[in-house]
């Protein structure tokens, strides 16, 4: 019995000193080292919840890193309309982002619209661009249960460029350091949220198989459900000039 509780103690122990003293930017730095892929394709269907109305989606999404530190993503829907969306996410600076509308219009997003709604779902231009950990200021507020796991809860400030949000809370699983659950404030007030579910290892890259975006009260809501998905293919860089969205 005694020997039992000594490694109990020891286990904890070791918990302990891997956790405790965590900053939330040494937190997020764990976040960001996780496996991310040079490449990934993928079909997702979109629900979007709207009260008594709901609208149902499909589109590709493709994404490839450059040696500039820099990547850039393309969302191509097919149904019910021809939309797509290219984004070039820069380092140091605000993502450039273009839309082709399904009459063939193409247009430039700017930094006022990032705060639209696209393609009249919960999720806004600003959430369909990467963010760089280097943008924010992290505090580490506390521990809390979210979807049945113990998470730290970070509150991130964003310091660089135009934002959207005032403020993000982020829910970091303490197990693997993955974001389970984002809450985003808007001129002082809750705003919304998103809650990552069916996380699953791709090639040993954690990956959310279902993605929501719930409105502050949870009445109505958007969901992506991953389809299909591969990482690490070969994808022409042309798939990704802003010539290839006419």
Known sequence: ???????????????????????GREIMEKNDALKKPDSAKSVVYMTINKGKRIMKKEFGLTMKKFKNGEDKALIAFN?????????????????????????????????????????????YYEDMSSRDIDDYEYTLVSSENILGADCFKIDAFKKKGKKVYDKLSLFVRKTDFFILKIDFYKKGRFHKYLENYDIKAVKGILTPFKIVMYTADGKASTHLNIKSINYNIKIKKSKFNKEALR
Do not use: E, Y
């Open 79 to 123: 149904k019910p309309t021809k939309i797509k969306l290219l984004t070039h996410a820069h380092k140091n600076r605000d993502d450039d982002q273009w839309l082709r509308l399904s009459s063939g219009k193409l247009k430039r997003i700017a930094s006022s619209d990032k705060g639209k709604a696209f393609v009249n779902s919960h999720f």
């Open 1 to 23: 019995m005694k020997l039992k509780f000594f490694m109990i103690s020891m286990v904890v122990l070791f918990i302990s000193q891997t956790c405790f003293g965590l900053t």
